[in-house]
């Protein structure tokens, strides 16, 4: 075994191999770039360098720099993790030629199977089953084109060096044709600084269904059973299992020797996964093999009982398999949910989604023991930072059965308490229980089929939740009212009574268009009578543009609303190891509720045994500064901090709604900025290569009565 690893990667798969190697007795050495200076993987490891700015081009990818460190410590091996140089046979070779032991498959693997067109031709000489395509070198537009009719819409064009859902997208007719195939290149570009592409039939509907193989330098190899990851969006995993639904064991068999083909036929070693497509009968076809450790790993550890970074890592040093095909057996089942900081809202047809950034203001994860693992790099106070991937951690479960596993996701998605940036663990929740999925009818499409049934379910704030927030904080006021040392001073005392006044207390919430009026009288016993009062926000704006008519009495009344009442009670305490958490246990109605509270900026989220409910804190106009946070129909900002990749307008263009007007680049993705009506460009404020942040003002409209006039003025 190696005396010393060098970890060439961040976040929590750097903090996983950081964890095997140092319970192998191997010290570690981690490299960062300048914002990642104080990230978990660089506290862990015994020794850490920096590499470069945030750029991952000038530290993550920076080889030489990487082998520069692995020289100055002493390391005499690397490894790569997934992503960044964990697929490229130029930095395989590179650590070959200075004498470092790359943990990963030989260089010629990586290039083998790292070219999708070169890959499929392997595959199919060595009896694997693949699907119709091409994957030829001519990349003409024209000739493309023609390969894809020929086809047949729709079609998938892929990157020929892609991967994790990069330079992918799929054309459904000859006119989208050539934009898809812009598209898909312009992010190959990006991502692999490759933009040659390959062509193949778009199955329908098809599940995703991957095998997980392991070689040894002697000429074993094994598979370790298959994972399901059909439920993507973006073409990105975000909740994978194993094993894969609805299988049986011929298929498993059959599917398995196949993959075990695949690697052999490359001199395979090390850890890799041959991912197929399946369709509805149940055929299965090659679409690619990932040549490195996979994020979904921890699934396939917990149902095969294994750690497959000590097997890398025994493997990179010479050692056989531990175990035979013969011994390895699969126990019960497991799911992993990728985590991640991500604006998950509600559109027309369905969920969508949008990386987000942030301070982790807060942050509880569940329970961890033998059937709850987490798997992250970030701790309470950390940062998500916007040039990397926003996944916050991978919350792996298991259980004896599939429903049994599916049951624990939810509640530990549940007691996943995360306040700062937006988070997708709502949507995993709704994910888990919908009942297509509880019932394992998984595919590849099945976010966008699933539509509206994905999305949260819009409604006013329950009493029982208006109820929790006003008691919390209710408590809080009284733990703040400054105390004496004489038990007989009224300021002692922290009960609603108030001399010459009514035992009143007041509370006011937001609840969407809607002011939350909370009267609440004390009872005497410590508890509170509440009076619930709900009354639409005031919508009245002065106009210097627009005159604006007088309203009648008869028009200007708002209708009352009804009253609602409940009894509430409670203790507040300050959560164990917390400064930013409060634990709740309140009686609303007789009923007890136990429950964690958190607030921060102008919303209180509460975290009870039903998920997470966010209150908005009313915050009158004047005391927020005036102004509204909503930027302007009229001027269009990226959705974070990102880079300008194109522009496609100018001053004076005439648009129609829904026009591509800027793409920009974040988090490794592509965003589309959408004209949101039709009308006319006042100004284009930025240009391409420019970086912006989530204020910056990319594109501005003409106001419609500026318009107008132009038009009339014609």
């Known amino acids: 075994m190696f005396r010393k690893l060098l970890v060439a990667n961040r976040g929590e798969i750097a903090c996983r191999v950081i964890r095997t190697a140092k319970r192998l007795g191997v010290e570690t050495v981690a490299v960062y770039s300048e914002p990642d200076k104080d990230s978990m993987h660089v506290r862990t490891a015994d020794e850490a360098y920096c590499i470069g700015p945030a750029a991952s081009d000038k530290s993550y990818l920076n080889m030489q720099a990487i082998i520069d460190v692995a020289k100055k410590t002493g390391a005499q091996a690397i490894h790569p993790g997934y992503g960044f140089l964990s697929e490229n046979a130029v930095f395989a070779r590179l650590c070959e030629a200075e004498g470092e032991v790359f943990v990963g498959p030989p260089a010629s693997a990586i290039t083998d199977m790292g070219q999708k067109d070169k890959s499929k031709i392997i595959m199919s000489e060595a009896g694997v089953p693949v699907i119709q395509g091409y994957h030829g070198e001519e990349q003409d537009v024209s000739h493309l084109r023609e390969q894809a009719q020929k086809i047949g819409y729709p079609v998938m064009v892929k990157a020929v060096m892609g991967g994790g859902g990069k330079g992918m997208r799929i054309a459904r007719s000859d006119d989208v044709f050539e934009w898809q195939l812009q598209q898909a290149k312009d992010e190959a570009m990006s991502s692999f600084n490759d933009d040659r592409m390959i062509l193949e039939k778009f199955v329908e509907t098809p599940r995703h269904v991957e095998v997980q193989v392991f070689a040894d330098q002697h000429g074993n190899t094994v598979y370790l059973f298959e994972r399901d990851c059909s439920v993507q969006r973006r073409h990105q995993k975000i909740i994978e299992e194993s094993p894969a639904p609805g299988l049986t064991d011929d298929i498993r068999h059959e599917i398995g020797q196949a993959a075990v083909r695949a690697a052999k036929a490359v001199g395979y070693v090390g850890a890799g996964t041959v991912e197929f497509l399946m369709d509805a009968e149940k055929k299965f076809y090659f679409m690619e093999m990932n040549t490195r450790l996979q994020v979904e790993h921890p699934v396939t550890e917990m149902v095969t009982r294994t750690d497959l970074v000590e097997w890398q890592l025994k493997v990179a040093a010479g050692e056989t398999l531990a175990l035979k095909q013969s011994d390895i057996r699969l126990h019960g089942h497991a799911f992993e949910a990728r985590v991640y900081a991500e604006k998950t809202e509600d559109g027309v047809d369905g969920p969508t989604f949008m990386p987000s950034a942030g301070n982790l203001f807060y942050l509880s994860p569940p329970t961890i023991g033998d059937d709850v693992r987490v798997d992250t790099g970030v701790v309470e106070g950390d940062e998500v930072l916007p040039f990397y991937d926003p996944m916050i951690a991978k919350l792996v479960v298991w259980a004896p059965d599939r429903l049994a596993a599916l049951k624990k996701l939810r509640q530990s998605l549940r007691e996943y308490h995360i306040v700062g940036p937006s988070t997708n663990i709502g949507f995993l929740d709704r994910l888990a229980g919908h009942e297509e999925f509880v019932a394992g009818h998984v595919h590849t499409d099945f976010i966008p089929e699933q539509g509206t049934s994905l999305c949260s379910v819009s409604q006013q704030l329950s009493v029982e939740a208006v109820s929790q927030a006003a008691l919390f904080l209710l408590l809080l006021q009284d733990r703040s009212v400054p105390t004496t040392a004489d038990p007989f001073s009224p300021f002692q005392c922290n009960s609603a009574s108030r001399l010459n006044s009514g035992p009143s207390r007041h509370v006011r919430l937001a609840d969407g268009d809607n002011l939350v009026n909370v009267k609440a009288q004390g009872s005497g016993d410590g508890g509170f009578r509440l009076f619930i009062e709900r009354a639409p926000k005031s919508t009245a704006k002065s106009s210097s543009k ?56 102008d919303a209180l989220h509460l975290f009870t045994e039903a998920g997470e409910v966010k209150v908005q804190l009313h915050t009158p106009g004047f005391v927020a500064g005036g102004g509204s946070s909503e930027q302007s129909g009229n001027a269009l900002c990226p959705p974070m901090n990102s880079k300008v990749i194109k522009v496609f307008c100018k001053a004076g263009d005439e648009v129609e709604k829904d026009a591509v007007l800027v793409v920009v680049e974040a988090m490794k993705m592509k965003h589309e900025i959408r004209a949101p009506r039709a009308g006319v460009i006042a100004e284009v404020s930025t240009s391409e290569g420019s970086q912006v942040s989530d204020k910056t003002v990319l594109v501005s409209f003409k106001e419609e009565e500026e318009e107008e006039e132009a038009e009339d003025s014609k």
Do not use: C
């Open 546 to 601: 627009k005159k604006k008519k007088k309203s009648s009495p008869a028009t200007a009344a708002t209708t009352p609303t009804p009253v609602e009442e409940s009894s509430v009670s409670g203790v507040l305490r300050e959560l164990p190891g917390s400064q930013r958490g409060w634990s709740l246990s309140s009686r609303i109605d007789g009923r007890h509720h136990q429950l964690t509270a958190v607030m921060h900026e």
